[in-house]
């Protein structure tokens, strides 16, 4: 007999004003909320299967198996729930080459949340969805909800009201992104411990979570209102508050290169020649360029045209974390 399938996929999502600092380490709450956008063509898709014969869950990543021990982490969560045990075979694949440096956790948690749930037949709520994703990991909270996404810092000690909500969908404000990739090498710090080394010794760090309430309330307002010119402002204003924390770190973190800068210039100067695009950068050396509806394809241009920055990638912004019907 064939077990039983379920397949989800999610899209990667990009934080315009972002999460960088926990609350609580074991049930991974953030220190303050985060705004973000959630990617159409950036997507996991993910697979899941129930199987009484494993000895411990398996994952296999784009053909490669893998270290399953976060993934058991959240699927150990998934069977307390649903008063089952049986261990699983999860299968995922990113559209995204995973070695360019981007995000694949948020997509990829938001993913297996959804199918797991499938598979130990758990009616879950959006938020209970969103809350198991983020024991994945924080950023993949947001990748259940699609278009424009609040994650809340929560104030409960259990962490049940550290969940994302959806704000505004795709089709309301159909932004776009352009990502230029300026190295494609695997980071040496990854976020979590990036986070953790800029808490332990950022000088900075307790002045960069006390911004972060504003900040959202600022990108809120600008979604809300369609307002591009304070959406641009915030984001690359909490984008360049969170670098400096790093920077500020002991030793420092440096995760931009030449090119990280010049596309970082390249942006600004577009913009004060009138066109829609504003710069975010997440824990690694991408610049991720968030364009005005019909703006995307000059962006694109421009930063291609940048001296090492070696490919880039466009997307809309898309929908949320959702079963796929099986083949
Ligand atoms: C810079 O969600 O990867 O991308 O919760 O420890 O898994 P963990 O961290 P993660 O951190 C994302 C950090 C960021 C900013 C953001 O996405 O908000």
């Given at each position: 007999m064939s077990a039983k399938q379920f397949t989800a996929r999610a899209g990667a999502n990009i934080a315009l004003v972002k999460y960088w600092g926990k609350r609580n380490?074991?049930?991974?709450?953030?220190?303050?909320?985060?705004?973000?956008?959630?990617l159409a063509n950036l997507e996991t898709t993910t697979t899941v299967v129930r199987n009484p014969a494993l000895r411990s869950d398996e994952l296999v990543l784009n053909g490669r198996s893998q270290d399953a021990g976060r993934v058991t982490g959240v699927l150990?969560?998934?069977?307390?729930?649903?008063?089952?045990?049986?261990?699983?075979?999860?299968?995922?694949?990113?559209?995204?080459?995973?070695?360019a440096g981007l995000a694949s956790s948020a997509s990829g948690f938001a993913a297996l949340v959804v199918a797991a749930a499938a598979a130990f037949d758990l009616t879950l709520s959006p938020a209970r969805l969103s809350e198991l994703a983020r024991r994945g990991s924080g950023s993949a909270a947001r990748s259940i909800f699609g278009g424009f996404v609040e994650m809340s810092a929560g104030e409960r000690e259990d962490g049940s009201d550290a969940v994302a909500r959806p704000l505004l969908e795709a089709a309301g404000w159909p932004l776009e992104v352009v990502v230029a990739v300026t190295d494609s090498s695997p980071k040496a710090v990854d976020s979590r411990r990036g986070m953790n080394h800029t808490m332990a010794t950022s000088p900075y760090y307790p002045a960069w979570v006390d911004g972060v309430a504003a900040d959202v309330d600022v990108a809120r307002k600008a979604v809300a209102g369609r307002d591009f010119e304070s959406?641009?402002?915030?984001?690359?204003?909490?984008?360049?508050?969170?670098?400096?924390?790093?920077?500020?770190?002991?030793?420092?973190?440096?995760?931009?290169?030449?090119?990280?800068?010049?596309?970082?210039?390249?942006?600004?100067?577009?913009?004060?020649?009138?066109?829609?695009?504003?710069?975010?950068?997440?824990?690694?050396?991408?610049?991720?360029?968030?364009?005005?509806?019909?703006?995307?394809?000059?962006?694109?241009?421009?930063?291609?045209?940048?001296?090492?920055?070696?490919?880039?990638l466009t997307s809309s912004l898309g929908q949320g974390a959702r079963l796929v019907p099986e083949t």
């Open positions: 380490a074991r049930l991974n709450l953030p220190a303050a909320g985060s705004l973000s956008i959630t150990d969560l998934m069977r307390v729930r649903a008063g089952r045990d049986g261990f699983c075979r999860v299968e995922s694949h990113n559209s995204f080459p995973t070695a959406l641009a402002e915030v984001s690359e204003y909490s984008a360049l508050k969170m670098h400096a924390s790093m920077l500020a770190a002991r030793p420092g973190l440096i995760y931009w290169n030449g090119a990280t800068l010049s596309c970082m210039h390249a942006v600004r100067e577009l913009r004060a020649a009138g066109t829609g695009v504003f710069f975010t950068i997440d824990a690694g050396p991408q610049i991720k360029a968030v364009c005005l509806p019909g703006q995307g394809r000059q962006v694109a241009a421009k930063l291609r045209s940048i001296d090492g920055v070696q490919r880039v």
